[in-house]
């Protein structure tokens, strides 16, 4: 049998230096990243995603980025196959590959290669269950399926509308089968609560000067909805309001700051369960890990 290939994840909280930390390693162990972020799939969503300069992709070969529209939906199992089938081209190029990101649900995925149901979608349903809010969706799905509410994000009206679609297809679902193609060693970077506040908050009005809401204002008038743009969350839910002239300029700012720090602290007590992370602070201790795994 043929060993697993080989590869290097790194996750991590929203703002705690991901990006930065993969194209320094991916250049000295002659890698190439693969994004593992639900918002950077799409086109023209760059800096409310925290997407990677176009200089940044010259330094190593980034995929998985600007590869679906934003006016479609894109699936996890539609991201798995792509990744995966990446992942496999990188390593067969004697290559190492990197998957990066912080969309939990995106990297495992991949690192435990999960076994999706096939569940066709019920489009009468969704017409229905988008009129509910969040909690009605999330105490629905409570209801069917509590397993599965215990691990989904709550304020995610898409992954609720399904995951409730396959629990009443399938009734409840038994953990996803797993069936993992590699071998992976996975880096997780630490930052302390007050670290993490200090980066978010920088890197929002960094973002706010580059422009991130004649980005929003862009894809308003490329057709996406007020309701589409929302229904990204984040940074494109506060702008959308910002625009609508729903809130002013300082609560956008508040209110996305707010959402960005309980959305870190998901990401983290996601992250906290797996004991297979190693956390690091800086770029040599992960360089030793690496080393380590390769030998």
């Excluded at 297809?169 to 302390?192: Q, R, T």
């Amino acid at each position: 049998m043929n060993p697993k290939p080989k590869l290097i994840v790194i996750l991590g909280p929203t703002a705690s230096g991901k990006s930065a930390l993969a194209i320094k390693l991916a250049k000295k162990f002659k890698g190439e990243i693969v994004s593992a972020d639900s918002r950077q799939v799409y086109r023209g969503m760059d800096l409310g995603t925290g997407k990677v300069t176009k200089k940044e992709q010259k330094l190593v070969p980034h995929y998985l980025l600007d590869v679906a529209s934003p006016k479609r939906r894109f699936t996890v199992l539609q991201y798995q196959k792509l990744a995966i089938k990446t992942i496999q081209k990188i390593s067969k190029q004697k290559k190492l590959p990197f998957l990066v990101g912080g969309s939990p649900f995106y990297l495992y995925s991949v690192i435990e290669g999960w076994v999706f149901p096939e569940v066709k979608p019920d489009w009468k349903l969704r017409k229905k269950l988008e009129k509910k809010s969040c909690l009605k969706l999330f105490l629905i799905l409570k209801k069917l399926d509590p397993s599965r509410a215990k691990t989904i994000e709550k304020k995610n009206k898409r992954r609720l509308i399904r995951a409730i679609e396959i629990a009443k297809k399938l009734g409840k679902v038994k953990a996803l089968k797993k069936c993992p193609k590699f071998d992976c060693l996975l880096i997780g970077i630490k930052k302390s609560k007050k670290e993490l506040k200090d980066l978010i908050q920088k890197r929002l009005k960094k973002r706010l000067k580059q422009g991130m809401v004649a980005e929003v204002k862009r894809l308003k008038k490329e057709g996406l909805s007020y309701q589409r743009l929302e229904s990204f969350g984040l940074e494109y839910k506060w702008v959308a309001k910002f625009l609508k002239k729903e809130i002013s300029f300082k609560e956008m700012f508040e209110f996305c700051k707010k959402d960005i720090e309980h959305f870190a602290k998901r990401q983290m007590s996601w992250f906290k369960k797996d004991k297979r992370i190693h956390w690091i602070k800086n770029y040599s201790q992960a360089e030793k890990l690496i080393k380590n795994f390769l030998k």
